[in-house]
């Protein structure tokens, strides 16, 4: 019964095969356009290290600092050359970022996206199969729902996941493929809790579908109960998600099918209080994850223990250094790259905000890995 009650919100297709949906129409593309590589003649600084945020030198400037003068950069993607994707929520534009701090390069805007509330264009995943088809995946805003677009860079987006619900507050905007090309899609309850505890409806839930939006089990609820899945990340073989709770805390949760988080559901792997959370990106790599907090102005370290649980109280890493931080990624140098959130009309900003970090990590070695 589930799975036909949520069949008639999913759109799916492949070869052509999507419905139109109002400005995400099919239309034949050609060859993608190609990203830029970095530049060869100016070799790529090694990340800035945890000793100096926020220093400048005549010459180079912040060495964490890649990118200035974005709009609300929320959506991250890192690209194989090295280079980053990213979409600012309050414009649409999808910018291609340099770890050499050149200057970076608008790709497109994604069209028609609705930016009223905490809505707009928010997470950012790449094909599992990007170095053959060029597809970006990213979930969107729009009038009446939200919704998982595809499209090649400079492409017209088309649907894969629509009729996720739309609100004023909590859209979610949660974007991963997971190892196995499952794409998982944090959403929210749009301020009402009752939708979250409703397998019939698809707010505040984490979803499990293929890469055309077809649930990879016999319903695409994975996990339900959730407040406003922003961020999802994955440590091993294990998925995690950040959630925006009640009582005035933020999770970040283990994520298991079927379970319900919602209160007194599954318990979470880490409760954050609310005046150091606002949790908007989750990175992991061995037994450390790290948390992009909005409210906290920092990045959470935290070390984890075979069994999941945390070793001892998160550590703060990048601390009011540079406001508001949100989303979170690791590349394969084991740089952390932040984007700062100082635009979005609760944080105050600098005049070069918002702005692109990459920077080693505390738990790192210089130009190690972690």
């Given at each position: ?19 139109p ?10 060859q ?10 100016s ?25 200035t ?11 194989p ?8 929520r ?11 701090r050149?200057?970076?390069?608008e ?23 990007f ?6 995946y ?43 090309g ?5 959403t ?17 839930k ?10 990879v ?40 099918a ?5 209160p ?25 994850v ?7 102005k ?20 990048l601390d ?51």
């Amino acid at each position: 019964m589930t799975a036909l009650l949520l069949g008639g919100l999913l759109l799916a297709g492949c070869g052509g095969g999507y419905e139109p949906a109002g400005p995400f129409r099919d239309v034949p593309q050609g060859q993608p356009p190609q990203v830029a590589p970095p530049q060869e003649s100016s070799p790529i600084p090694a990340p800035g290290r945890p000793s100096t945020p926020g220093a400048e030198d005549a010459q180079a400037g912040d060495p964490n600092v890649v990118a200035t003068d974005l709009v609300v950069p929320t959506g991250l993607a890192l690209l194989p050359d090295g280079t980053a994707v990213v979409g600012e929520r309050d414009t649409g534009r999808l910018l291609q970022v340099f770890p050499d701090r050149a200057q970076p390069r608008e790709l497109m805007t994604v069209p028609s996206v609705d930016t009223g509330g905490d809505g707009g264009l928010l997470g950012l995943a790449l094909s599992p199969t990007f170095a053959e088809d060029g597809l970006l995946y990213a979930y969107v805003s729009t009038a009446t729902d939200n919704r998982v677009v595809r499209f090649p860079i400079g492409g017209t987006p088309n649907p894969v996941l629509t009729g996720i619900p739309r609100g004023e507050v909590h859209n979610g905007g949660g974007l991963l493929f997971g190892p196995d090309g499952v794409l998982y899609v944090g959403t929210g309850d749009v301020g009402d809790p009752a939708l979250a505890a409703d397998p019939a409806s698809l707010a505040g839930k984490v979803l499990a579908v293929d890469v055309f939006g077809q649930p990879v089990g016999a319903d695409p609820v994975l996990t339900r109960g959730h407040r406003d899945v922003t961020a999802l990340c994955q440590g091993g073989d294990q998925l995690y998600g950040t959630d925006d709770a009640l009582q005035g805390t933020d999770e970040f949760n283990a994520l298991v099918a079927g379970g319900d988080y919602g209160p007194g559901g599954v318990a979470p792997v880490l409760e954050v209080p609310g005046e150091e959370g606002g949790l908007g990106g989750c990175a992991v790599t061995g037994p450390y994850v790290f948390l992009g907090a909005l409210d906290g102005k920092q990045v959470h370290v935290v070390e984890l223990d075979g069994a999941r649980v945390p070793v001892e109280e998160p550590t703060a890493f990048l601390d009011e250094d540079y406001g508001r931080l949100r989303s979170v990624a690791l590349d394969a140098e084991g740089a952390l790259w932040i984007t700062t959130s100082n635009r979005d009309g609760v944080g105050t900003p600098a005049e070069d905000d918002d702005k692109v970090l990459r920077v080693l990590p505390p738990t790192s070695s210089a130009g190690s890995p972690l």
